[in-house]
């Protein structure tokens, strides 16, 4: 059995969902037409936190029955999965660092709007965007990324994601991986070999 | 064998030293007395990192050799350790909302900074101070915090610690702790009981 672990910017990011569909729902369709075609033979599976946020794009009644019986919800086995202690170390260090980027770039706005006090809401809407660059881009900052990483793991299966800091973990864990952006070729190609 | 993990803030936090000393040096000294007189049945082990933090503080000539000798440096095996994944979990979690109010406390600070453009370097103390505050006390969020952790973990020893970012961990991984603000009096006791 081929098992995948999917990750939402396959159905929620415009540059990878376009290959599937104009929108969330005509993309989640057209993967569950792949679904139904692979039933048996290849799963796809969300643990809980994922398919919520899918679901927020995607109208549910659209795709219903179809969602539930090919996309298989799971969570992860929280308290028997382990994680090498050098990936966390790893985490710790990366983190520590971003924290001491994100107090510079916050004094930098400080400084800033106390030169151009009219200026205020633009500055704190670069604020916005430099700290969340220095914190949170290109690292696994929630537990929903985090349970697509330990499903995958329980499950020895491959993850399909775009995001920069969901691969670099999964390559760290040593866990099978396929960026979104090649999913629907992946899929087209296991049509044509097993469907 | 007993075995104790010391953490720094035996030696530096000085709430807790001056029960050994009234520097960091007199409190090393005074620690090595028990340590030598609880040699070969009580180990005190550091990790490079929290050792390489307390030579900062300490005279190393005045504490030569036997801070060599009954101070164990070693690194965890950071490889062979695994931590379970619902701590990992837990971290995320937390660092994420850590994130969130950090950029509250930097919006809060560059609005300030408009309304009183005098008091820019009161702001920005206030700035760092609350940040920190909100971003780093009370997790681990060090390499050299999280490799006390480990090595207690891998040596199945005691941390010896005031800090609550680590004994929380410590709590969660299945690790015994000890108080540093304790440790004197536990000292005593082993000497007593043992010495």
């Given at each position: 059995m081929i098992r995948f672990v999917l990750d939402t910017s396959i159905f929620v990011n415009p540059d990878i969902r376009n290959k599937f569909g104009e929108n969330p729902t005509d993309a989640m369709k057209k993967f569950l037409e792949y679904a139904e075609r692979l039933f048996g033979r290849v799963e796809f599976y969300m643990p809980p936190g994922i398919y919520k946020e899918v679901?927020?794009?995607?109208?549910?009644?659209?795709?219903?029955?179809?969602?539930?019986?090919?996309?298989?919800?799971?969570?992860?086995?929280?308290?028997?999965?382990?994680?090498?202690?050098?990936?966390?170390?790893?985490?710790?260090?990366?983190?520590?660092?971003?924290?001491d980027k994100g107090l510079r770039v916050a004094e930098k706005a400080v400084r800033e709007s106390v030169i151009d006090t009219q200026n205020v809401d633009a500055i704190i809407q670069r604020l916005r965007r430099n700290y969340r660059r220095a914190l949170r881009e290109?690292?696994?900052?929630?537990?929903?990324?985090?349970e697509l990483i330990l499903l995958a793991k329980e499950l020895d299966a491959t993850i399909v994601s775009a995001d920069i800091g969901i691969l670099t973990w999964a390559?760290?864990?040593g866990i099978k991986w396929i960026d979104a952006a090649r999913f629907k070729e992946v899929l087209d190609e296991l049509v044509e070999k097993i469907g």
């Open positions: 679901t927020h794009f995607v109208e549910l009644e659209e795709v219903s029955p179809d969602i539930e019986l090919y996309i298989i919800k799971k969570p992860p086995n929280v308290h028997d999965i382990k994680i090498p202690a050098f990936v966390v170390y790893e985490l710790i260090d990366d983190i520590r660092r971003r924290i290109g690292i696994v900052d929630s537990k929903e990324d985090f390559q760290k864990m």
